[in-house]
């Protein structure tokens, strides 16, 4: 089974500050890397992806990956109280499973004003 | 706008009843997924499919089965619900290799 984890939160931070987001995975092949954001009540919504080491920035948000130490990160920038959702890490899996996504439980994220 | 459309967002049905949950994807996608989501668990891959007519077990297939006759849609069943089948299914489907899924909205299931 492929672990995949989060810090279980709740991540608690005011508006404008950086939110640090962090995941590490089992798999030590594993290739692409995933970052959703599920408000409460809602589906998953894909924000990120990453698939070499070093940052992948996108507005404020910045996806890090270190495949030597098996480890993903999500940064939020100038947080908003409507980043406020858990944010759920995913990480494709090898072989006969390419294609299928395995999800870290996620981190619950609330921006307060 | 790509989609991936749950037929239903709510539905309550009784112990014992078969339950047909239908998703359709409007995006040429090969790969579909369905998973089930539970606080506290996160999401369990229930079943998931490569191709028409092909499907595979996920982490917890038990009391379920699908179906994949056309690309575009994938149902799953639950041969006789029961109440710890009460849960928010979620749809997922994207394009085989290195891609992220598309989910639905959802279909929030109470088994009474």
């Known amino acids: 089974q492929k672990e995949v984890e989060q810090n279980s939160g709740p991540l608690s931070v005011p508006e404008g500050a950086i939110a640090s987001l962090n995941c590490t995975y089992s798999?030590?092949?594993?290739?692409?890397f995933f970052w959703y954001r599920q408000y409460s009540g809602k589906s998953p919504e894909l924000i990120m992806s990453?698939?070499?080491?070093g940052d992948k920035e996108d507005g404020r948000f910045t996806a890090q990956l270190n495949k030597a130490s098996q480890y993903v990160s999500l940064l939020i920038r100038d947080s908003q109280p409507s980043d406020s959702a858990t944010y759920l890490c995913a990480v494709r899996g090898r072989g006969s499973t390419l294609g299928r996504l395995y999800f870290g439980r996620g981190t619950q994220l609330t921006v307060w004003p | 706008d790509v989609k991936v459309t749950q037929s239903s967002r709510y539905l309550v049905k009784r112990t014992g009843e078969k339950v047909f949950l239908e998703c359709v994807q409007d995006m040429d996608h090969e790969n579909m997924f369905w998973y089930r989501q539970d606080p506290g668990l996160g999401l369990r891959l229930i079943y998931f499919s490569y191709d028409v007519k092909m499907k595979e077990k996920g982490d917890i297939p038990e009391g379920y089965s699908v179906s994949r006759e056309k690309k575009e849609r994938f149902s799953l069943i639950l041969e006789s619900a029961s109440t710890n089948q009460t849960s928010m299914y979620l749809c997922?489907?994207?394009?085989?290799?290195?891609?992220?899924?598309?989910f639905g909205s959802g279909t929030r299931l109470t088994v009474v």
């Open positions: 997922a489907s994207s394009f085989m290799g290195n891609y992220g899924y598309t």
């Open positions: 990453i698939y070499s080491n």
């Open positions: 798999d030590r092949g594993s290739q692409s």
